[in-house]
């Protein structure tokens, strides 16, 4: 299983909070709420858990893992979510 990303389907869906290429959410509204912040904060710290313990088990690194993760997630979550490449662009769903 990939590391969910559907607690963050509404922030996502809103524009406030997007994908990075490494797996993790990033909060893209400086304006979004505390709630909004506190979500995206636990997701990936959810995440770089599963990250950890899978890059451990195979001897690999977070950031290799994470990249892997980052495809799956990209890729399930719901039209109109924000992602953010390795060389800094956004882009939409």
Do not use: C, H
Request: net charge positive; no cysteine.
């Amino acid at each position: 299983a990939f590391a969910d990303g559907r607690p963050l389907d509404a922030p996502r869906a809103a524009g406030m909070v997007g994908e990075r290429w490494d797996g993790f959410a990033k909060v893209r509204d400086t304006n979004a709420t505390a709630d909004v912040t506190a979500l995206f904060a636990s997701t990936n710290a959810k995440r770089r858990a599963v990250y950890q313990t899978r890059a451990s088990s195979e001897g690999t690194n977070v950031v290799e893992v994470g990249r892997i993760y980052a495809q799956q997630i990209i890729s399930a979550a719901p039209m109109g979510t924000w992602s953010l490449s390795e060389n800094g662009s956004w882009s939409q769903k």
